[in-house]
């Protein structure tokens, strides 16, 4: 045993020039844009409003950044695998089976663990607390340590692409190929402690979300009142907390049989592999509602904003949501029908794998019914709900055939699988969220985003990804399976030549995406949110001032109808003001910024890190830090600032003041358009 | 049935259980519909939350038991390996250390001081002899040949039992740090928060044991 483990200078891919390159170019822009921090002198204001913060919207901003980085990462995993499958047709390719087998484990991972969950979490730190008339969530440094444990996971995974190499089993580590006799390298290693550390953020987060909606709500927000979202983001996070354990469970044992020879899932000592399966699924189906769940609550936000009409069927809609919460528990076993457990078994999860297709068949009329006889405006969120619809009805028609279980004997592990998820999870998932940050920027920034940019984005994402997963279809049902490095069969090349165009397509709408952001900044003052609601919302978070203030609400806001905002609207222009008279300001109690959420991940990358490479003296080291810190956290004594009762008017008299401002424009305009009548 | 206006409204709560009034909320239908509940109640109902998912954690560890107890590998089963006496021990020890850990809360209640730290130090010392008894099992067994290394059966096993020993040892490090901290900051609001969830965790922990001592030891003894 030497001093560094098993670290040496092997681990640095010398001889591989793509990870190489590829791996210093990530070093040397993270470097420039560290050192340009450091110049602009920026770095003091950003460890005091952000890397410290508490505050839930900073956080939410922050993990929807983090998603958004990683989705970049993510995508040029993509388009090395679509150029690889487009080139080797009786060919090598470009990528060597080794570093290929990296990258379509490596896109897996970091799509689903480090962009769909970080994105969705961070648009639910966002909003949720908002939407609930509330100042911030159950535990406000808990949070921050839920985010900077999901960032540390993020490094950990990138760390293996200059030190090292990820993993080489696909993004779940099936054993017995993932156990160390077949997979020896460190690159599991890296996936299981990198999961394991943003797995216990994401568990933390489940933790303070469902205490928050359940114990922190604005008077008279009952369970029937609660905003659409807010009945989703609870869903969703009570599908992390009893399914997260899961996982972290499973990733302990295969760490137990690679590091001390435990006998799990090994195919010696009596380990059972299948129980593998069985285990990672019970997590991994309800993963893919904790992520699709929230974008549906996106959704119906969007459709009933921007079609001027309350959410139809609001209690349909909850009955569905939990539904689905539920079933997703009782069909984990159709990714494994071919595991063999019997025609019996098989058709019970058969059966409830179509079931789950009720509830959200329910969703999408709801949606649908919203829309009709609406004022509809065809803002992006609303193009990128409609794209929804059409894009998620395909993909989850394709699940149900996938859920008759002779037809997935024929269909497993084929590209038109592949097609299948990408088909639900772009189409609902990642075009949610792209739908929820248009709709919520204004409210966390203070200006919107640029409409004509956002409008070629969308065009560019739908059309871009029917040509990319159109073909896989195809190809699909001609019998290719999924994770070809190489391939000599004719009738698919075309089918595959077309993907390639089809992810060139989507890479110019990211490139849109980039832009719109950008050119939106430029011009944002232009674009400012003087009012605080630009898109004439129905629920709470419209309320206040965009950005909102530290303590959202300067007086907790009544909750007298389903949709607060939207009702005080209606009330404050029937009586001609505001249906509040100025309150009495009393001064504000809002938790202290601290750093233990950095200084936490800190020690859990460094711990990860030694755990990897078995730098056993580091290892102790990580873990007494992380300790120390929890000890220094739990012995301060001033964890709560106060805000004035002075600042707290200042601030909300001057949202009052534009809410007055416009509702008397509002007004104006009204008696203008009878008197033109007239 | 009480009349509409009176303090029992339909649904609410009659034994007021975390529903004591606070500044500028006027009252609670039981359904968090007044208003946000004061922070005793969100601390140990996110507590709570966290106990849950570790409870589906130790359930994946009673799965994997179950489903592997056979897989012996031509090893040693149940019936040869416990030693019902030792686990009556241990038992004796968590749940007397579980009632001493009940003793503090109620000294904490009346913050005292002195009461608080020797049912703490009791606390502590029952759930030490319980860790000490059980790396006496682990030891006694690896020294056998019978380590986890040996089957499936003992895999699964060792990291069942071992999981709950761990969460009993990082328990005994929060309790250590709580004795510290109670001389050192009195009895804050925080603290007494803190030690809620602590005794909620250490009582979780012995429901945990009772399924283990069933599962394991019991069952496993008395079937063939």
């Known amino acids: ?678 | 049935m009480s009349a509409p206006g009176s303090a029992l409204r339909a649904g609410s709560d009659p034994y007021h259980i975390g529903h004591a009034p606070s500044a500028g909320v006027p009252e609670y239908t039981g359904h968090g519909a007044g208003g946000p509940a004061p922070k005793r109640i969100v601390v140990g109902y996110g507590f709570w939350i966290f106990i849950l998912s570790d409870v589906i954690l130790f359930s994946c560890f009673f799965a994997t038991y179950t489903v592997l107890i056979d897989a012996r590998n031509g090893g040693p089963g149940p019936r040869e390996l416990f030693d019902l006496h030792n686990t009556a021990i241990e038992t004796a020890c968590l749940l007397a250390s579980s009632f001493a850990c009940g003793m503090t809360s109620l000294a904490v209640a009346r913050q005292n001081l002195l009461w608080t730290e020797i049912f703490l130090a009791l606390t502590g010392a029952l759930g030490l002899a319980f860790i000490g008894l059980e790396a006496h099992e682990f030891f006694g067994l690896v020294a056998r040949g019978d380590g986890p290394t040996r089957s499936a059966f003992l895999t699964a096993f060792f990291a069942l039992v071992g999981c709950h020993g761990a969460h009993v040892t990082a328990g005994l490090l929060w309790l250590g740090t709580m004795m510290a901290q109670f001389p050192a900051k009195g009895f804050k609001q925080t603290i007494r928060h803190r030690y809620l969830c602590f005794s909620l965790f250490w009582h979780a922990l012995d429901i945990i044991w009772i399924g283990i001592f069933t599962v394991v030891y019991l069952i496993g003894t008395i079937t063939p």
């Open chain 1, 1 to 678: 045993m030497t001093l560094l483990g098993k670290l040496t200078w092997q681990a640095i891919p010398l001889q591989e020039p793509l990870p190489l390159y590829s791996g210093l170019a990530v070093v040397v822009i993270m470097l420039a844009v560290a050192a340009w921090v450091l110049a602009k002198g920026y770095l003091p204001y950003l460890w005091r409003e952000w890397i410290t913060s508490v505050d839930h919207k900073r956080i939410g901003v922050m993990y929807c950044i983090l998603a958004g980085v990683m989705l970049l990462r993510g995508f040029i995993d993509a388009i090395m695998m679509r150029t690889q499958q487009a080139m080797a047709y009786n060919a090598p390719g470009f990528l060597p089976p080794s570093h290929f087998d990296q990258v379509f484990s490596a896109h897996g991972t970091i799509m689903i663990f480090f962009v769909a969950m970080p994105f969705v979490i961070g648009l639910m730190n966002v909003v949720v607390p908002l939407q609930l008339g509330v100042r911030d969530v159950a535990f406000p440094t808990l949070n921050s340590v839920s985010f900077w444990l999901t960032a540390a996971g993020a490094l950990l995974v990138n760390l293996s692409l200059v030190i090292g190499q990820f993993d080489r089993t696909g993004w779940l580590p099936y054993p017995p190929l993932s156990e160390l006799r077949y997979s020896p390298g460190v690159g599991v290693d890296y996936y299981c402690w990198a999961l394991q550390i943003s797995g216990i953020g994401t568990l933390m987060t489940g933790i303070n979300f469902v205490t928050t909606i359940l114990k922190l709500r604005a008077p008279g927000m009952h369970y029937t009142r609660m905003p659409m979202f807010c009945w989703t983001a609870l869903a969703s996070n009570l599908l992390i907390v009893a399914a997260f354990p899961v996982l972290t469970a499973t990733l302990a044992m295969l760490l137990l049989d690679r590091y001390v020879g435990f006998h799990f899932f090994t195919d010696t000592g009596g380990g059972n592999s299948m129980m593998f399966m069985n285990l990672i699924w019970a997590w991994g189906h309800p993963e893919v509602y904790i992520l699709a769940l929230p974008a549906f609550g996106i959704y119906s936000e969007v459709v009933s904003t921007f079609s001027n009409k309350p959410l139809f069927g609001y209690r349909s809609m909850i009955y569905a949501t939990m539904a689905i919460c539920i079933i997703s528990f009782m069909v984990w076993l159709h990714h494994f029908f071919t595991m063999g457990a019997g025609a019996d078994v098989n058709s019970i999860f058969g059966i409830a794998s179509m079931i789950i297709a009720v509830p959200t068949g329910v969703k999408i009329f709801n949606w649908l019914f919203t829309m009709y006889g609406g004022y509809v405006r065809f803002s992006t969120p609303m193009l990128w709900s409609i794209g929804f619809i059409v894009t998620f009805a395909i993909g989850g028609m394709t699940g149900v055939l996938l859920a008759v279980p002779p037809a997935d004997f024929q269909l497993h592990n084929s590209l038109f699988l592949v097609a299948h998820f990408h088909n639900v999870i772009i189409g609902a998932v990642l075009f949610g969220v792209f739908a929820g940050y248009i709709y919520w920027f204004p409210k966390a920034f203070g200006f919107t985003l640029d409409e004509r940019l956002g409008k070629w984005a969308f065009w560019l994402w739908l059309i871009g990804f029917w040509v990319a997963w159109g073909p896989g279809y195809v190809v699909g049902l001609e019998g290719m399976t999924r994770r070809l490095q190489h391939y000599d069969v004719a009738e698919w090349r075309p089918w595959l030549l077309v993907a390639e165009a089809g992810v060139f397509i989507i890479l110019l709408g990211i490139i849109a995406q980039i832009a719109q952001i950008v050119v939106s900044v430029r011009t944002r003052e232009q674009r400012r949110d003087v009012t605080g609601d630009p898109w004439d919302g129905r629920n709470l978070e419209w309320s206040t001032a965009s950005p909102p203030p530290s303590f959202n609400f300067a007086v907790l806001p009544d909750v007298t109808d389903q949709e607060p905002y939207w009702d005080m609207k209606a009330r404050a222009r029937e009586i001609g003001q505001l249906t509040r008279p100025e309150p009495q300001y009393e001064p504000i109690h809002m938790p202290r910024n601290t750093p233990t959420g950095f200084v936490t991940a800190f020690f859990a990358v460094i711990t990860g890190f030694a755990l990897i490479w078995h730098i056993w003296w580091l290892v102790l080291l990580g873990l007494l830090g992380a300790y120390a810190t929890f000890v220094v956290f739990a012995w301060r004594d001033h964890d709560e600032e106060l805000i004035p009762a002075e600042e707290v008017a200042r601030l909300d008299r001057a949202n009052r003041a534009a809410r007055a401002a416009a509702l008397a424009h509002r007004q104006l305009r009204r008696e203008s358009q009878l008197e033109s009548r007239e």
